[in-house]
């Protein structure tokens, strides 16, 4: 059987020798992007791009990702950069990886739904319940922090 691939649903360049540009989207996989000006390291992007796409059901259960070498190449980023970055997503339970037949999406939009439900839970126990915002106030936290990531 031969495995599903994700469709491109989103553009992407990859970076020229001339002018290159701060955020690189890998041609395979379009969704998957570093941007180098960022402060966070580009296999933790990549691990946050990956879960973002299935979240928002750009990859689905069962897509190949590229193989690392690939990756790495489109992205211009070392082989062990793309690999940690694949290890950390199959630690979590996102991916998992199948020998030669490469690595492939396990999580699901819906559990990415479902795990989000459960963190909002636990921040609502937190910041209402132990240290007493009001439910208005804590969304207000929420909104900060979101604005505050980019």
């Known amino acids: ?25 890998a041609p395979s996989l379009p969704c998957l992007s570093v941007d180098r000006s960022a402060p966070d390291p580009a296999s933790a992007q990549l691990v946050d791009a990956v879960v973002d796409a299935v979240a928002r059901g750009l990859l689905a259960r069962g897509d190949r990702l590229p193989p690392v070498r690939t990756l790495a190449g489109e992205l211009g980023l070392a082989p062990g950069t793309a690999a940690k970055a694949y290890k950390e997503l199959e630690a ?9 037949a490469g690595t492939f999406v396990t999580a699901s939009a819906e559990g990415c739904r479902e795990e989000a439900r459960q963190a909002a839970r636990r921040f609502v126990d937190e910041v209402v319940g132990r240290l007493g915002f009001t439910p208005a106030d ?12 980019g």
Do not use: N, W
Not at 2 to 25: D, K, L, N, Q
Not at 138 to 149: G, N, S
């Open 92 to 100: 979590r339970g996102a991916v998992e990886t199948r020998g030669r």
């Open 138 to 149: 804590a969304v207000e936290q929420v909104r900060l922090a979101a604005a505050a990531r």
């Open 1 to 25: 059987m031969t495995p599903r691939t994700p469709a491109h649903r989103e553009g992407g360049e990859a970076a020229t020798a001339a002018s290159p540009p701060s955020r690189v989207a």
